[in-house]
């Protein structure tokens, strides 16, 4: 079983930083496609970002070209997101993904919470 498990979420200003991180349990992590979703109230869960097992190859929504950069540590099972010149409208619960190489079952975390003030 693949636990996934968020950090990094809070409260921020607009054009503010923040750095979200998530630690997966599986040893095969890298093997494993990962990415990001976000999910606003009264909205639908939508795509941030991916990265891909070696992370050499990274994919953005357009809203998060340019500002959101995707990561991960392969060493440390973790993958990263480095969002710069937040927007309230980037105010959301955040999700981890991963995808199994084998079962291409989705695992998600419990998510955390991003708050952007104006």
């Known amino acids: 079983q693949v636990q996934l498990v968020e950090s990094g979420g809070g409260l921020v200003q607009a054009g503010g930083s923040l750095r979200l991180s998530c630690k997966a349990t599986v040893r095969t992590f890298s093997r494993y496609t990962t990415g990001w979703f976000r999910q606003a109230i009264g909205k639908e869960r939508e795509f941030v970002a991916t990265i891909n097992w070696s992370g050499k190859s990274t994919a953005y929504a357009d809203s998060a070209k340019g500002r959101f950069t995707i990561s991960r540590d392969n060493a440390l099972n973790t993958i990263y997101l480095q969002m710069n010149s937040l927007s309230p409208e980037d105010t959301a619960v955040y999700y981890c993904?991963?995808?199994?190489?084998?079962?291409?079952?989705?695992?998600w975390g419990q998510g955390t919470q991003v708050t952007v003030s104006s």
């Open positions: 993904n991963a995808n199994s190489p084998i079962t291409r079952v989705n695992y």
